[in-house]
């Protein structure tokens, strides 16, 4: 069974959430520990010979130890690039927290020091008319990493969406501040320092802005040892 399962949130969509997982992930490669990941939903997919196949996806798939197929990594995989919800109504898909978890449950019995479970998009994102991807980390009790994108507004979007998920009665295991543009926001150590002092919560590493995102690279950036802690 999995000794540590985290779910990864972002403050945004776009915010890096998949390279900062797989940085993750690679870091506790170079630490010696068995890695899992999964991606339940995702969006703009490309049609292979294989079947649909999303870049995120094949991303964490590369990053992990531990083999897993495809389609236990990303097992629901839609073709539009558009918010998931609209995107399973339109594939004439049944999306519900029940089913995500049921899907994450059998990663978690997998023997792995470590589980990444990437969500879409931010905390409040839809699953259905009734349910938000939020219900599936709750009903597990999942700790959750939280990647705020450095840009303008990033304060409030990362203390809201951290009130929201210790709202919903969960963890908020870390947050990662990630550079999502070549040049650094005004004042960004002052942001820095803002987040630093009322996030209540480690920050597991401030990321540099890359062209082309490398995660062992990335990986270098961050401290991971207080996910392993208890």
């Not at 709750?138 to 809201?160: D, Q, S, T, W």
């Amino acid at each position: 069974m999995a000794k540590k399962s985290y779910f990864v949130t972002g403050t945004d969509t776009g915010v890096g959430k998949t390279m900062i997982s797989a940085a993750i992930l690679e870091l506790a490669k170079a630490e010696g520990k068995r890695t899992l990941a999964m991606k339940p939903i995702a969006s703009g997919c490309e049609s292979t010979a294989d079947g649909l196949r999303n870049e995120d996806a094949l991303a964490l798939q590369n990053a992990i130890t531990e083999p897993l197929t495809y389609d236990q990594i990303n097992p629901i995989a839609l073709e539009p690039a558009i918010a998931p919800h609209v995107a399973a109504a339109q594939a004439g898909k049944n999306v519900t927290a029940q089913r995500l978890i049921g899907f994450c449950r059998g990663l978690q019995i997998r023997p792995a020091d470590l589980l990444l479970v990437e969500g879409a998009g931010g905390w409040r994102v839809p699953l259905n008319d009734r349910e938000t991807y939020s219900a599936m980390p709750r009903e597990l009790g999942m700790p959750v990493i939280l990647v705020v994108a450095l840009k303008l507004g990033c304060i409030n979007h990362a203390l809201l969406t951290a009130e929201a998920i210790r709202a919903d009665g969960l963890e908020v295991a870390g947050w990662v501040a990630n550079r999502v543009e070549p040049e650094s926001m005004a004042s960004e150590q002052e942001t820095l320092n803002y987040l630093l002092t009322h996030m209540r919560t480690p920050c597991l590493g401030v990321l540099p802005w890359q062209e082309s995102a490398d995660p062992v690279a990335l990986a270098s950036y961050l401290k991971i040892d207080q996910l392993f802690e208890n």
